[in-house]
């Protein structure tokens, strides 16, 4: 069952996500093309959210070996940092969660590293895009499948696929709750009607070429089959009568 939030426990939330906002950004920050390693990135989230008196809501998660998820080019989510550098012209999805005073926020970002090919530019700013055209339907009285319709209509009109085999989630005091799947594909008016006080992820994962993807053999990281680039943009958004509200931000 889904769990509604009252304005002081959106309020806790919005604390968490303010961590996950300030992490991301220094990550992204701290990348130098050809020097900084995603295991030198998760370290320094790992600081962030302990200095903020927090815990990554991933590690350990079913197993999770990190704190965060790094993905880089045709890694679409779940990639485990390694100590291999980034290389200029690659791009790298950042994604994690904060567990702070008993409430998680979860939010990802695809950044460039260094001076980016325009196709690969196109893809960010298409599946920035997306995220946001979703959040638009995010209102009281829509319905989940009114938010994956909007966000699977934005990204096929500029030809790329959005994944399948994962969705959204609800979030709360589980990093994963009810709804169990906010998708990126569906038909409007479909799926759970949204009430005051959800709060769910919303989360695009968009390919340039196909939508299937395939787990490597360590289990986690998720790649595209075609080897194309993919990417991942995603905020914890709280869902009142007043309106929609972004909670993995850092003002
Ligand atoms: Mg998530």
Partial sequence: MTVLKTRPEIEKMR??????????????????????????????????????????SFLNYRGFPANTCISVNQVVVHGIPTNVPLEEGDIVSLDMGVLLDGWHADGAW??????????????????????????????????????????????????????????????????????????????????????????????????????KVRTLPDKWTLVTTDGKLSAHFEHTIAITRDGVEILTLEA
Avoid: W
């Fill in 15 to 56: 604390a968490s996500g303010k961590v996950v906002a300030r992490a991301l950004r220094a990550m992204s920050e701290a990348i130098v093309p050809g020097k900084t390693s995603p295991a030198d990135l998760d370290a320094l989230a790992a600081r962030i959210v302990s200095e903020a008196g927090g815990t990554p």
């Fill in 110 to 211: 695809t950044y460039p590293v260094g001076s980016i090919g325009k196709e690969a530019q196109r893809l960010l700013n298409v599946t920035e895009e997306s995220l946001y055209q979703g959040i638009a339907k995010a209102r009281v009285g829509n319905r989940i499948g009114d938010i994956a319709s909007a966000v699977q209509k934005y990204v096929e009109k500029n030809g790329y696929s959005v994944v399948r085999d994962l969705v959204g989630h609800g979030i709360g005091r589980k990093l994963h709750e009810e709804p169990g799947s906010v998708p990126n594909f569906g038909s409007p008016g479909k799926g759970e009607l949204l009430r005051d006080g959800m709060t769910i992820c919303i989360e695009p994962m968009v390919n340039q070429g196909t939508y």
